[in-house]
């Protein structure tokens, strides 16, 4: 019989609507209900592409004698973090401070107020290597709740005023300067691995965020070291397992220094941040490789996670059917020769072979290899490989395909947006711009109210009833300026303006500019999480000054620009000190120092050749977070185009920053030139 969570719209909790487990959503009522039995909360976090929540649903969730004891000594709530990020971050941040580590499953105690007193991840089904068995765990917190309840509340309110004591107040701190971002430049290239491309040792995750800011930074001061370390990060994470040598896209992260096997589930943020990398290194350096893996990123995510609803899905699972009805990380993507043999035949088995790395031993586990694309000196029949490409791909197209988490988030919807428009542009691709406008007219046809508050999920083009926290509103605020800068349609400048003043009401402490993750009027957790250290994407609060900066860079508002400024001094203070873990709020400081500049191109039609060239010229410009407007002199769809006429009766560009313009151009290369300055 399914029990609570069979009417929500999370892929994750469905996935739980049938266990014998009592589950209850995150709710209001579940703490009153464990108030009126008098028994502690038993909060389960996880989500739906996660391998070990599936081990541990498997072994202990769907058992129903371990179910019993959790049904009679507790109320059991099963949280999706990626619906709820908040409710995520305030426990992963207590789980954290009591052992020193985190993940996924996060399982944690808590009093009927919410007070968290007892943590841990995974749990197995018996002891091993010196973890107690989950049954043993619920066993002893309930005997402590029993027989030492004083002491356990006591322990619990301890732990929420520690974590009250936390709060960041680095915003009102000034921005950072040429100074921090030379010393954050210093910190990456001792990190770096020069062997392998990326940053630390294994797991070895794609540092999408810090290679713009290493984009950035070379375009404005011309360092050729950041640029290197950019391009050979980008090139062996697209030679490695970790890139999808088939289908394109790319896997969460590599659990080997090398890039060679991946934790096969494929996100929907990492993707788009990473389309939008590999765009940006093609436009600073012409690279074909680039290229490629910009635009078969983003041909992956419109062919596999794009929704009947024009919006994006979250995730594909690392699990599928290895063909025996066992449930196998990577069985989708990875092939012995044998399976080469079977489809391709002798010859090009062995051509496909040597092209993508796979030997007899494997790379990965029971003698499989994940395809590769290791470099290999001499002539490659271009022709012969494509050939071999397109016939593994639809051999593996007939496997039993991985799970797909369909929840529409917000947040990562906008980073798509940006990335299909900006690259859609970039490569003479319309189709990509067009996904990026239907996925954009989703969020406000769906998930934006009269008042443009967000709601943060939908799934089967109903609205979830969780609300948008702090990376919602900033990454589709960010998602709409790429749009309109592309489109030249000032609807989206408009739609990003409603985001951001919300930032600018809800989010942001009016006395020193920090920002919180929740908003004001959101629901009360144990503390009002605020972190501004970049993870799997930019924070809530560096995406935040990104589009707070972009905004006023449209429309001259200086409310806006200041509040971006308050909000880098956090990025002044972590910057020199752990660069990689502030990727973006160092490439947001980077257009700070540049301008960020601002380019109004003016022409008699958006179909005039001569306006498409300098708009396309515009858009191809490096320059640090410089924002464009396009259209007809005297337009109203962008600030910027106010007093922009035509030069001699031609289309022409207007390149302004720091309240000072050069002269007005009608010759592409001119406008080049201003723009790579």
Request: aromatic letters at 8%.
């Amino acid at each position: 019989m399914p029990n609570r969570l069979a009417h929500e719209t999370s892929p994750y909790l469905l996935q739980h609507a049938d266990n014998p487990v009592d589950w209850w959503p995150w709710s209001e009522e579940a703490f009153e209900e464990a108030r009126r039995r008098g028994v502690p909360v038993h909060l389960s976090v996880g989500y739906s592409s996660c391998h070990w929540c599936h081990v541990l649903a498997k072994e202990s969730f769907q058992d129903e004698v371990t179910a019993e004891v959790m049904n009679e000594h507790f109320v059991n709530i099963k949280v999706d973090r990626e619906e709820r990020p908040d409710v995520d971050a305030v426990y992963m941040e207590a789980v954290q401070a009591a052992t020193g580590q985190g993940g996924w499953p996060m399982t944690v105690f808590l009093t009927p107020d919410a007070e968290p007193f007892y943590f841990g991840t995974y749990f197995p089904p018996a002891p091993r290597q010196g973890m107690p068995s989950f049954r043993q765990v619920l066993q002893g917190v309930h005997q402590a709740w029993d027989e030492r309840r004083d002491e356990v509340t006591e322990v619990a309110g301890k732990i929420v005023r520690d974590l009250a004591g936390r709060e960041i107040s680095y915003g009102d701190a000034q921005t950072p300067g040429e100074e921090e971002l030379a010393q954050a430049l210093l910190g990456l290239t001792r990190e770096y691995d020069p062997q392998r491309g990326g940053f630390g040792g294994a797991p070895k995750f794609p540092p999408s965020m810090v290679l713009e800011f290493l984009l950035r930074h070379h375009a404005r001061t011309g360092a050729e070291g950041a640029l290197q370390m950019a391009g050979d990060t980008c090139e062996r994470m697209a030679r490695g397992g970790i890139y999808d040598q088939l289908g394109g896209g790319f896997a969460r992260y590599s659990v080997d220094r090398d890039w060679v096997v991946p934790h096969f589930e494929k996100m929907l943020y990492d993707n788009a941040l990473l389309c939008r990398v590999y765009a940006h290194l093609w436009r600073a350096t012409g690279s074909e490789l680039a290229r490629r893996v910009a635009l078969e990123t983003a041909d992956f995510m419109v062919r596999e996670l794009r929704t009947n609803e024009g919006g994006f899905a979250s995730a594909l699972d690392a699990d599928s059917d290895d063909g025996t009805g066992k449930h196998v990380e990577g069985a989708y993507y990875v092939w012995t020769p044998e399976q080469l043999r079977e489809v391709l035949g002798e010859q090009d088995a062995d051509l496909a072979a040597r092209h993508f790395g796979v030997t007899e031993e494997g790379t990965f586990e029971e003698g499989a290899s994940v395809l590769q694309l290791p470099v290999r000196d001499g002539f490659v029949d271009a022709g012969k490989v494509a050939s071999v490409r397109e016939r593994l791909l639809a051999a593996r197209s007939e496997r039993p395909a991985p799970g797909r988490d369909d929840k529409v988030v917000a947040a990562w919807n906008g980073l798509a947006i940006a990335a299909l428009a900006e690259t859609g542009a970039y490569f003479d691709r319309p189709d990509l711009v067009e996904a990026a406008v239907a996925a954009a007219d989703l969020l406000v046809r769906l998930h934006l109210d009269e008042q443009a508050r967000l709601t943060r999920t939908s799934k089967d083009g109903h609205a979830g009833a969780n609300a948008g926290v702090l990376e919602d509103y900033a990454d589709v605020a960010e998602g709409f300026l790429a749009l309109a800068s592309v489109t030249g349609e000032g609807v989206w400048l408009e739609f990003a303006g409603f985001l951001v003043d919300h930032v600018l009401a809800r989010f942001t402490d009016s006395e020193s500019g920090s920002l919180y993750d929740t908003a004001a009027d959101a629901e009360r957790l144990i503390r009002r999480p605020q972190d501004p250290t970049d993870n799997a994407a930019p924070s809530g609060w560096s995406a935040a000054a990104g589009a707070l900066l972009g905004y006023a860079a449209h429309t001259g508002s200086e409310p806006h620009r200041t509040a971006a400024e308050k909000a880098l001094g956090v990025v002044k203070a972590l910057g020199p000190r752990v660069p990689r873990f502030i990727g973006w709020g160092l490439a947001v400081a980077e257009a700070v120092l540049d301008g960020p500049r601002e380019v109004a191109v003016v022409g008699p039609s958006l179909d005039d050749e001569g306006t498409r060239s300098l708009h396309r010229t515009a858009l191809l410009g490096t320059a640090p977070g410089a924002v464009v407007a396009v259209g007809v002199p005297e337009s109203e769809e962008f600030p910027l185009l106010s007093d922009r006429p035509l030069v001699g009766g031609e289309p022409a560009a207007y390149v302004c920053r720091n309240f000072t313009c050069d002269a007005p151009t009608t010759e592409v290369d001119r406008l080049r030139a201003v723009l790579s300055d």
